[in-house]
């Protein structure tokens, strides 16, 4: 076999060759590897490469020469160290000379990864060693693999180097899965490659076959981690979300096995780092998976004691109680993202076990016969259990409540009444710029906290579905927040890379299932009163209404849904008076001026199509909710009132008229509600 093909068997190094270790030597040193590393024959280069070893080992100036560093690896044929790796990972007579020239070879890529400067560091010539590197783990030590781990992490930290390594194929990645348990550090490899390394995948084939290596891998690796505790693999699932949502797996089969791992970990007395990975890798699968996860975490054997989901929500609720009081003086502690990003995935457990929790008693009253066993919410916990979760969840629920005050306070509050020196950085809000608290977080306000929005949707949830006042009216403190939260949302948009679901840090829908609950008490009317919320609110169902009005319903999902819970606030508010006061009556003027043509499926001459899909359903109920909230409007305003909108209420009838005669058949909901509209409207 030529020198083209295997590396040829280690020779000796020259005794007389050996590094020099005086400052005065090391030039004629460094000449003479390069004349090695130069040379044709592989001998030579093998000899230059154990020298050069020697010398950076042994020469600290050298090593922070960032000029002399770049010419020594451009000095070293790249074929060459490949040579190296691949007769290293391959069975030869001489196993010795292989293994020693695989260690070298890794020695060597591994030390230009840590002295080269960035810019080398991100050149093809090293970055193109991450295949051989990758294979080569199968054939290597421990000690080499621990290596070769720590040079591949640097080289997947950059760009170029992600993008090599996810494009290997799921072979490649097998030595490098099958030492995760031993190496955790593969783990980082992998979830930095799927996140850096694939934002090039243009087409929806190309993401389609990553998605396939991804859930390949996870399955994978849930094999080689299995008889462990697996908490290093459940810390790296929890960055699952961090992925473009194209290239998170959809109905994954290894996603039982997950929640087997999270319910071990978390009952057999975990370390901290354990605790904070199942409760992370917890409140990750359930969102991204929530029609599957809930029932492999939340459902139980029949007739057990203390059933798993009882004692997995204990824990996750003690953990939020335990912590939040002694937070806000942690914010700008170098462990509070750590922290932060715990709480929030244990608020995000505790939404979903609400959500669990409210979708099977609803099942209890209201059956759904055609709904395949498989897809209804199962809950096995004894009555008791459950009314005693329920006021730990409440008490829960009340204390991260007192903690979004006092943290919203110091971020955005101001605190007029303190001296100048106690007050650091301006917050900027709709009401104006204050300064904010010293003790508030330096690196980020709490907008932008992810335990916050964590918190508001667990909040919400307990809120808008507990019948309890008490929860709601201590809520109705929270106008202020909710409502600059609202306008913050209203007023960005998502930005074009906010492509995994925790960047889209959009408070709207939470805040409007918080004010379902708020707003059926007069503390919380007053509140919402007090800080403009009609205004925030009408502004943005008047700009969803628009939107639909010349886009199609497909493409504005989102805004449908989230104009119909507005509409649903505001009738609650409506409800609640007893006549409309002037400042209402803006939204009917706003209604009655909107284009809302008739669903797209409906005929010029008023037949509707049968076949009307999901999309153009939700839109039509979403456009007949507002138009009965601007008659709920108009019915409750006194006689004059009436007469000044007669034109608006003309109009708003015009547009039911002609919803109505789309929709045709008069035993649907849509014509029915309609139908009440024109009625409500017969004065006009």
């Not at 097998?174 to 348990?181: D, G, H, V």
């Not at 929640?259 to 991204?288: D, E, Q």
């Amino acid at each position: 076999m030529s020198d083209m093909d295997t590396a040829q068997p280690v020779p000796a190094v020259p005794p007389a060759q050996s590094a020099a270790t005086e400052d005065g030597d090391t030039d004629t040193s460094i000449e003479k590897v390069q004349q090695y590393l130069k040379a044709k024959d592989d001998t030579s280069r093998f000899v230059g490469l154990a020298l050069l070893k020697s010398v950076l080992d042994n020469s600290p100036a050298l090593q922070s020469d960032e000029e002399t560093i770049t010419s020594l690896w451009n000095s070293i044929s790249p074929k060459f160290l490949d040579r190296l790796l691949r007769t290293g990972s391959r069975a030869t007579p001489d196993q010795k000379d292989s293994k020693d020239m695989l260690d070298l070879a890794v020695a060597v890529l591994h030390t230009f990864t840590v002295l080269l400067p960035d810019e080398a560091k991100q050149g093809a010539r090293l970055l193109n060693r991450i295949p051989r590197l990758t294979s080569a783990v199968l054939y290597s030590s421990k000690e080499t693999a621990g290596v070769i781990v720590e040079t591949l992490l640097t080289l997947v930290s950059f760009p170029e180097g992600a993008s090599i390594f996810a494009g290997l194929d799921i072979d490649e990645w097998t030595p490098l899965i099958e030492i995760a348990p031993e190496h955790p550090h593969v783990l980082s490899i992998f979830i930095w490659a799927w996140e850096r390394g694939t934002t090039t995948l243009a087409d929806q084939q190309s993401r389609g076959v990553m998605r396939k290596k991804i859930d390949q891998s996870i399955q994978s690796l849930v094999a080689s981690f299995s008889g462990t505790d697996a908490t290093s693999l459940l810390e790296f699932l929890s960055h699952l979300g961090n992925l473009d949502t194209e290239l998170i797996p959809q109905n994954p089969g290894w996603l039982r096995s997950v929640a087997k791992f999270i319910r071990n970990l978390s009952t057999k007395r975990p370390t901290a780092a354990g605790r904070s990975a199942y409760t992370k890798c917890a409140g990750t699968v359930l969102m991204l998976y929530p029609r599957e996860a809930p029932q492999l975490l939340f459902s139980d054997e029949q007739d057990s004691e203390k059933p798993f989901s009882y004692l997995f929500i204990n824990l996750i609720l003690v953990d939020i109680r335990a912590t939040l009081p002694s937070l806000l003086e942690k914010l700008n502690d170098a462990e509070y993202p750590q922290t932060s990003q715990r709480l929030a995935a244990a608020l995000d457990v505790l939404a979903a076990f609400i959500g669990h929790l409210i979708a099977w008693i609803e099942e209890l009253d209201n059956p759904d016969a055609a709904a395949p066993p498989s897809e209804k919410p199962t809950f096995n916990m004894p009555p008791d259990l459950v009314l005693k979760l329920s006021k730990s969840i409440g008490e829960t629920i009340s204390v991260t409540m007192e903690y979004l005050r006092d943290r919203w306070d110091a971020s955005v509050a101001g605190a007029a009444g303190l001296h100048p020196e106690a007050r650091v950085g301006a917050a900027h809000t709709s009401a104006g710029s204050h300064k904010t608290l010293a003790w508030d977080s330096k690196d980020g306000d709490a907008a932008a906290d992810p335990f916050t929005l964590s918190a508001l949707r667990a909040i919400a949830l307990w809120l808008r579905d507990d019948d309890g006042d008490v929860l709601r009216k201590e809520a109705a403190g929270l106008m202020d927040m909710l409502m600059e939260l609202y306008q913050r949302s209203s007023s960005t948009t998502t930005p074009p890379s906010a492509s995994s679901f925790r960047d889209q840090q959009d408070y709207r829908l939470p805040i409007l299932a918080a004010l379902e609950g708020i707003l059926r008490t007069s503390r919380g009317i007053e509140a919402f009163d007090s800080h403009g919320g009609w205004q925030v609110l009408s502004r943005d169902l008047v700009a969803v209404l628009d939107a639909t009005s010349s886009n199609p319903p497909h493409d504005l999902e989102a805004e449908i849904l989230r104009g119909t819970r507005i509409a649903l606030a505001l009738s609650i508010v409506v409800e609640s008076e007893t006549t409309t006061p002037e400042d209402r009556m803006g939204l009917v003027t706003a209604v009655a001026a909107c284009d809302v043509p008739p669903i797209a499926s409906a005929s010029a001459e008023g037949a509707v199509a049968a076949t009307i899909d999901n999309g153009e359903a939700a839109l039509l109920g979403f456009q007949t909710d507002v138009l009965r909230l601007a008659a709920a409007l108009l019915e409750n305003a006194n006689p004059g009132m009436r007469r000044r909108y007669a034109h608006s209420a003309s109009a708003i009838r015009d547009i039911a008229e002609r919803l109505r005669s789309s929709v045709g058949s008069d035993e649907s909901p849509a014509a029915s509600d309609l139908d009440d509209v024109l009625a409500a409207l017969t004065w006009g």
